[in-house]
C-alpha cells in the first residue's frame, strides 16, 4: 500500500495541485493525506475528481486556516473510525495482513498548544489494539538533531513529545532521503529548518509490515507498505 502525506499548505496555491497531479501519476498512491489544505469540504470533492480517486473525507474547520482530508481509492477497503479538526482515524481491511489502523495527524502549530496536541495523541493511543501507524506534520521534534537554525528548541518541548510518543508505544519509521521537512528564510543567516512531519507506529504494526521503507523531502513524504 502507497501512501502519499504531506503539508501542501494551502489547495489554493497555484503550484499545489499541479505538484498533487504529478506525484499521483509517479507514484500511484493508494491514498493521499494532505494537511492545512484551508479549504472546505467542496473542495476535496472536486479534488478527488481531479486526481482521480473514488473516496474522500475531510472534516469541516474551525477557522481560516488548518484543515486535514483524506482521498483514496475504492479498491482499498478503508473506514474513517473516528475524526477530529486534527486527525482523521481510519481502519484499514488488508486483504493480506488483516485489519489496521492508520491515522493522520496535525498537530497544533501554535506554541501555547502543544500540550493539546500531545494529549490527543495519548487519547488516539487507547481508542483501539489494532496494528497502529500514526502519520502526519506534528509540528514537534523527537531531538536536537531535528532542528538545524540559529534558535534552540526549549528543551521541556522535546522532552515532553518524546514522552508522549514513548507512552503511546510508538517508534519512528526509518526515512530515506532528506529529513527536515519544515523550513523558514532559507538562504539567510535566519534560516532554519525542522523535522515536523514524521511516520511512527507501534510494535503490532511492524510485526505485520516487516519492510516499510519511507521517502522524504521537503515536499511531500511517500510511505511505502509492503
Same mark, same amino acid.
Given at each position: 500500500?502507497?501512501?502519499?502525506?504531506? $503539508? #501542501?499548505?494551502?489547495?489554493? /496555491?497555484? +503550484?499545489?495541485?499541479?505538484?498533487?497531479?504529478? !506525484?499521483?501519476?509517479?507514484?500511484?498512491?493508494?491514498?493521499?493525506?494532505?494537511?492545512?489544505?484551508?479549504?472546505?469540504?467542496?473542495?476535496?470533492?472536486?479534488?478527488?475528481?481531479?486526481?482521480?480517486?473514488? $473516496? #474522500?473525507?475531510?472534516?469541516? /474547520?474551525? +477557522?481560516?486556516?488548518?484543515?486535514?482530508?483524506? !482521498?483514496?481509492?475504492?479498491?482499498?477497503?478503508?473506514?474513517?473510525?473516528?475524526?477530529?479538526?486534527?486527525?482523521?482515524?481510519?481502519?484499514?481491511?488488508?486483504?493480506?495482513?488483516?485489519?489496521?489502523?492508520?491515522?493522520?495527524?496535525?498537530?497544533?502549530?501554535?506554541?501555547?498548544?502543544?500540550?493539546?496536541?500531545?494529549?490527543?495523541?495519548?487519547?488516539?493511543?487507547?481508542?483501539?489494539?489494532?496494528?497502529?501507524?500514526i502519520i502526519g506534520d506534528f509540528n514537534d521534534i523527537l531531538t536536537t538533531t531535528e532542528k538545524k537554525g540559529r534558535t534552540d528548541r526549549a528543551p521541556w518541548l522535546i522532552h515532553g513529545f518524546r514522552d508522549v510518543i514513548q507512552d503511546a508505544g510508538l517508534t519512528d519509521i526509518y526515512m530515506e532521503g532528506y529529513n527536515f521537512t519544515w523550513f523558514k528564510s532559507l538562504g539567510t543567516d535566519r534560516a532554519m529548518e525542522e523535522k515536523h512531519d514524521k511516520d511512527l507506529a507501534n510494535d503490532s504494526w511492524f510485526n505485520l509490515f516487516q519492510r516499510p521503507t519511507l521517502n522524504a523531502s521537503l515536499l511531500p513524504r511517500l510511505i511505502i507498505i509492503h
Open positions: 500500500m502507497n501512501i502519499i502525506s504531506w $503539508n #501542501c499548505r494551502g489547495l489554493g /496555491r497555484p +503550484s499545489t495541485i499541479p505538484n498533487l497531479k504529478y !506525484l499521483v501519476r509517479t507514484y500511484r498512491p493508494d491514498g493521499i493525506i494532505l494537511y492545512e489544505t484551508i479549504t472546505n469540504y467542496n473542495k476535496i470533492e472536486e479534488l478527488k475528481y481531479a486526481l482521480g480517486f473514488d $473516496n #474522500c473525507f475531510a472534516p469541516d /474547520r474551525e +477557522s481560516r486556516g488548518g484543515g486535514i482530508a483524506f !482521498l483514496w481509492h475504492k479498491t482499498k477497503s478503508c473506514t474513517i473510525s473516528n475524526y477530529s479538526r486534527n486527525h482523521i482515524d481510519v481502519e484499514v481491511d488488508d486483504l493480506r495482513h488483516g485489519k489496521w489502523r492508520l491515522t493522520g495527524f496535525y498537530g497544533f502549530p501554535e506554541g501555547s498548544r502543544r500540550k493539546d496536541s500531545w494529549n490527543l495523541i495519548r487519547q488516539f493511543s487507547n481508542l483501539s489494539n489494532l496494528p497502529w501507524c
